[in-house]
Every structure is written in structure tokens, then in C-alpha cells.
């Protein structure tokens, strides 16, 4: 039988000496990045949600595990880079305007646990827009319907606050309606600024969640609006919350602003 002479085996012992520190490296270099990850994902969750942007590494970690997350759970709704869809009433998350508070990262890290009119008790559930085309518009007995005249008026206020409305005398009775019996100062605010405590939209500036045409603000007038964001506090971890919330956070923050309401 062949047998192998003093520096063959002497080869076959330097490969298989060289394959185990290979693994011994390779499996060194996993445990490294297995432990830095385990105290980031640690840090991430001790961390104080309003402070972690200030945290560049412990931000960058989170924003791109967030990344992911949001793929998977909310890039069907809000779309694949956050650009929303006026159709469904799906917010733009590009455009620094934001319905709910002002924007900051615990804020957005509420409305991913708790949602908006997701039937949470710690959810957003305030601002829905009445129906004003039906019968009895509002739970509140003191907002009336109304006349398809005064829907009109109405449009042609909201649209005069862009300077889009040629029809002054519509735009006035629209204004008394606005301040008056159809209650929307309420929400809106006198100015029509909205008010971000409560999720009332400003209906004075270019941005608009169902669109801004006369057509599509008529529809909201008479139809109604009141858009739900599922709760995630059972669906996905805590670190996950915290991370698809910075993500989000940073969709909102890019240079080049985009949008639609």
C-alpha cells in the first residue's frame, strides 16, 4: 500500500492546524459581533427615546435594524421608502409634517405601540373628522349636517386659505360657517392651524393627507375622515418599537422634503 512519506503528512498536519485556527477565528469574529449586538440591542432599550438621536452609534444601530422592521411591517401601507399614498389616506413620513405631536422620536415610538383609533385605550383617539353629508355628522349633538350649498361654501374657504378660490362671496359664507355653526374651528383652531395635540390637520399650509384638490377636500367635507395605524405592542419587541420609531424618526428629517396631505 502507498504510504505517505515524512513531508506529506507534515502538509496534511499544517492544513488541518490552519483549518482549525480558521474557525477558531471565524468563530471568535461571530461571538465579537454577537456580544456587540447583544449590548446594543441592552442599550437601545435602556435608552431615553428623546435622547437617541444624540447617540450616533447607538442611533445608527437602531435606525438600521428599524430599517428592516419597517419593510416587513409597515412599508405595505406607508410604502417602501415611507412616501405614503393619498388614496388611503396613508401619511407621507418624508415630509416633516406631522398630525401627531411635534414629531419627536418618543412621540412616533407612542403611535407605533399604542396606535391611532387602534381601540387602545393609550392609543390617539381624539380629531375625527365628522361626516357633514350625513344625518347626524358627530356623536356631539351640536354639529348639525349639511346642506350640499354649505359643503360647497365650505370647500371654497379652505381652498381660499391657499389663495386657490376665485369666489370671494363663497369663501365669506364658508368663513361663517368655519367659526360658527359647522364647528370646525373646534378642531382647527380659529386659524386653521390645526392643533397636533389632538391630531387636527392645519388646513393652511400645501400639505394634505387626502389630498388637497376642491374634489378630494368636498369628500373629506361630506364623507368624513378618521385613519387608523395599527398597535404594535404585541406584534413586535420592545427594541423593535424603539428601533422601526427611529427610523421613522429619520425618514422625516432628510434634507430633500417631499409631500402630501
Known sequence: MPREDGNGSCMIGRKALWAVVGALILGGVALGLHLRDA????????????????????????TERGKAVFAQHCAACHGAGGEGR?????????????????????????????????HHSLGWNLASMPAYATAQPSADKAIRPLTPAQVSDLTQFVLGL?????????????????????????CHGADAAGDSAIGAPSLADAVWLYGGSAEQIRSSIEKGRAGVSPAFLHTLDAADIRAVSAFTFGLSRQDEHHGGR
Open 39 to 62: 449590548a446594543l440591542h441592552r442599550d437601545l432599550l435602556r435608552a431615553d427615546p428623546a435622547a437617541l438621536a444624540g447617540d450616533a452609534r447607538l442611533y445608527a444601530y437602531a
Open 86 to 118: 393619498i388614496a388611503g389616506g396613508i401619511p407621507d413620513l418624508r415630509d416633516g409634517e406631522h398630525l401627531y405631536g411635534e414629531g419627536r422620536l418618543d412621540q412616533i415610538e407612542q403611535i407605533t405601540r399604542y396606535g391611532i383609533r387602534s
Open 162 to 186: 391657499g389663495g386657490r378660490s376665485r369666489d370671494g362671496a363663497a369663501v365669506e359664507r364658508g368663513k361663517a360657517l368655519f367659526a360658527g355653526s359647522g364647528g370646525c374651528y373646534d
